[in-house]
């Protein structure tokens, strides 16, 4: 069959009631989701969640049980061929031949991957140059240290300049500094590719990602920005201050401002009278100004500090995980 | 097939740069080296009705017990073991590919090192003052033997390591399948009296037909015998297609 030109209407990634079994085991179950064409998109999930089986049927090495998966309009079933030329992969733990060069490994890569030889020289020096790999291109891959493994990796995954990127924990076993410098080069894909990445690394995917799914026991259990993850599965909000001054009538002034707002933790009083409160509420709205205005009234009261604190995505995966998993037991 | 050629010069590369392509190489031309001197010795000794090449290929069981396995232990267990045969899949390769590029490269590299065989009898020609040493006739029935053979034996080969990561077992399970192709059916025919019976008459025309030993005999005699080919080249031909067989099964069921 004749692959479809791309349109660019098309998403780049488009999943639908994907199933995938093994031996009885449900690994995804009826899972849904599109990506956009240049978005970036996190994959979360515990271990086993599904999250690389999901990867690795869409990048046509394994099949669905059923289901429907498009790479850039292409059934990934019918035309799997077409769709891996429009994919670039990054399996788990980054496989790579040991005894091969950094430049001869790319440049077998790009043949493979049916970039012409007269193309291939030009796109391999700045791919090299875009990963900052020129300094080891002659290298032997097995000797290379997993920072520059795991860019040579990103580098095999851009060479041919793939509408879709998938890479599967990309950052896995990286320190600080690496994994500041893969984040950067997934960040300069936005926009030019749709990129996939799973990772463990919660602050990783919320500060790389324009969207977040989360997989738990082969479900979607939640999609969107971290943002809207935030309102959707924790609601309400948390505020920290510091403040001295009398107890008496302080949760009649803060349900004053907000009916819902209560003291969940008050540490012990310092040396200087302050002492470090958490206040939580149901209400989204941003009570910061009408908290400080309240609190420094007068009363004795004094305030020296006021924060909303933003949830981390721990806390939305936590919930989003946990929900899942109470809403599995209670069906059961 | 458009990347056949890229993955046979791949893999061709990737053969001169391993250490087992290097260690099969020293062990056969020593080996047959050792073989030729002794042959030579012998010659000069006795009078023989044969001819020394044909006496040499009827050696070729020894080195190819071990050479076989050495150079396609890696050919796809070594993948297997790293992962790298799932990024491979990634790319718009298919598994006959795959198989018939890791074969070519095997297969030409247990040519190209009988081939330098051919410099014992360039030897043997340049410094011996009999012409008779040097029959034309066995010698050339001799390397396409070799040639037909190396067929199905490296196919052999490259079947078995599709179907382990280990290395070892790989080579562990083709020199067992090449010495039962090699030496099974005669054994078989000179040990069970059961194989004598008429009933089994088929089973016995079977396995005549499978004497190995049988078709060298026939090339080194001049005679070129279809039944041996089609032997060899149909062994070969579903050997590797038990390789893709293999793959598959492996991407389908992992």
Redesign the interface.
Known sequence: MPAQPDNSAVPAIEVRDLVKTYGGITAVSRVNFAVARGEIVGFLGPNGAGKSTTMRILTGCMPATSGYAAVCGLSVAAQSEEVKRRIGYMPENNPLPEDMRVSEYLHYRGRLKEISRKKLGPRLDEVLERCDLKRVRHRIIGTLSKGYRQRVGIAECILAEPPVIIMDEPTIGLDPRQILIVRDLIASLRGRMAVVISSHILPEIEMTCDRVLIINQGRIVAQGTPDQLRRDLLGGARYELELAGPDAGLATLLAGIEPTLKISAAHAPGDDGFRRLTLTTTSTTELGEPLWRALTAGGGRRLRGLTRIRPSLEEVFLAATGQNWDAERKAS | M??FL??LG?EI??LL??ASTYVAAVLFLALMGAIFTGLLESYTTTAQETPPSAVFFQLFWVPVFFMVPLLTMRCFAEERR???L?????????ATEVVLGKFGAAYLLYLSLWGATGGFFWILRHYASDPRLLDPGPLVGGYVFIALSGLLFVALGVWMSSLTRNQGVAALLTFVLVVLVVWGPAVALDNFAVLRLDSMRPLREALDYAQVFRHLDDFTRGVADMRALLFHLSGASLALIFTVFSLEAK????
């Open positions: 458009k990347h890229t993955i791949h590369r990737m740069v391993t790293l992962g790298t799932e990024t491979l899949f990634a790319a718009p390769v298919s991407r389908l069921h992992t």
